[in-house]
């Protein structure tokens, strides 16, 4: 149980371009989701959390407005980076968890976006 | 800020050794511990957790970790490590407090077995 799908799990585009990943929970409601950045060779990072039905809560230094996050039901969850350059190029993962409280999360296998 | 320090980046053992893998973080308050792993290719496995009670946790393939509070310490131990047990650890701590859920990752070490 508990899985979390993520998709895609790989892109490649030209710089400017908007890349949507979604994030989706398979066999739960998730009333949470997080996303996250890894840099090689780095911890996750931890960019935002969006609760289904509201806006999301940026953490310090992430452009709300580059990263757009949608949280529109209890099992889907998308992060759009818009305008996509260089810098953007890394691993972004999301996680899910149902409930309330501190419940653990459950993860997605990532996707690994690179712009040329 | 809160912060989680794991304080081996890279680890090499030969199977059968034990193993300890060191996290300390920086908080007074109550906390929720984590360790994840991340065999290679694969997404964030949660291997154990604490939240309370006994301060020793047993997860999942033979994993324990002891949470010590007056050390601020969270270490995952193995007594005796296999090759599958190749892969990325990550302990994560969660401030109880804020109520968001929010984890905070330590840097992960890789853990690599020999046959």
């Known amino acids: 149980g508990a899985v979390v799908s993520q998709h895609p799990s790989r892109v490649i585009c030209k710089s400017g371009t908007s890349v949507k990943i979604e994030c989706r929970s398979l066999d739960f409601q998730a009333t949470t989701m997080f996303w996250y950045r890894q840099f090689p060779k780095q911890s996750l990072m931890l960019m935002a959390t969006s609760n289904e039905g509201s806006k999301a809560t940026y953490e310090q230094g992430v452009e709300k407005d580059k990263f757009l996050i949608n949280h529109a039901s209890l099992t889907l969850s998308t992060l759009t980076v818009t305008s996509a350059h260089p810098e953007d190029s890394s691993f972004y993962i999301c996680?899910?968890?149902?409930?309330?409280?501190?419940?653990?999360?459950?993860f997605g296998d990532g996707t690994r976006l690179s712009i040329l | 800020a809160q912060s989680v320090s794991q304080h081996n980046h890279h680890v090499i053992l030969s199977e059968a050794a034990s193993l300890e893998l060191g996290c300390n973080y920086s908080?007074?308050?109550?906390?929720?511990l984590f360790w994840y792993v991340q065999y290679p290719g694969q997404h964030l496995q949660l291997l154990l957790k604490y939240f309370s009670g006994d301060p020793l946790v047993k997860g999942i393939k033979g994993f324990e970790a002891e949470f010590i509070k007056s050390k601020f310490s969270f270490n995952l131990r193995k007594p005796s490590v296999q090759w599958s047990d190749t892969a990325e650890y990550f302990c994560a701590v969660n401030v109880v407090s804020s109520n968001t859920g929010k984890l905070i990752f330590g840097q992960g070490t890789t853990l690599q077995v020999k046959p």
């Open positions: 908080y007074g308050g109550t906390v929720n």
């Open positions: 996680s899910a968890r149902g409930g309330h409280g501190n419940q653990p999360q459950h």
